[in-house]
């Protein structure tokens, strides 16, 4: 019974992490389109536009991959806690999902 609980509490804090580790990352890097510049040369402003959005896309992808991990191992901690699954079991559907 020691293991069960274990494993339920550590899927518990994994998933908390991930949740709180997208907030945290999002908040960190913040909203790179919102970011002003003047370079004083179109050009260079349009290549600078460019890569901010590209920053800021892999930012909102980045982030939305810990979110997706943090729900995965929540309900890998929800169906662990409702079924008698073994952890191999828990771990090959937790990869399943993907």
Do not use: P, W
Not at 20 to 43: C, N, P
Not at 49 to 55: C, E, F, K, R
């Amino acid at each position: 019974m020691g293991d069960y609980q274990t494993i339920l509490s550590d899927l518990n804090k994994a998933a908390t992490a991930f949740h709180d580790g997208a907030a945290d990352f999002e908040k960190a890097v913040g909203d790179l389109t919102r970011l002003h510049y003047d370079s004083g040369d179109g050009s260079l402003d349009q290549t600078i536009g460019a890569v901010l959005a590209t920053l800021d896309a892999l930012r909102t992808t980045v982030a939305d991959r810990l979110r997706d991990t943090g729900a995965k191992l929540t309900r890998a901690h929800d169906d662990y806690q409702r079924s008698d699954v073994s952890a191999r079991e828990l771990y090959d559907n937790m990869m399943r999902d993907g």
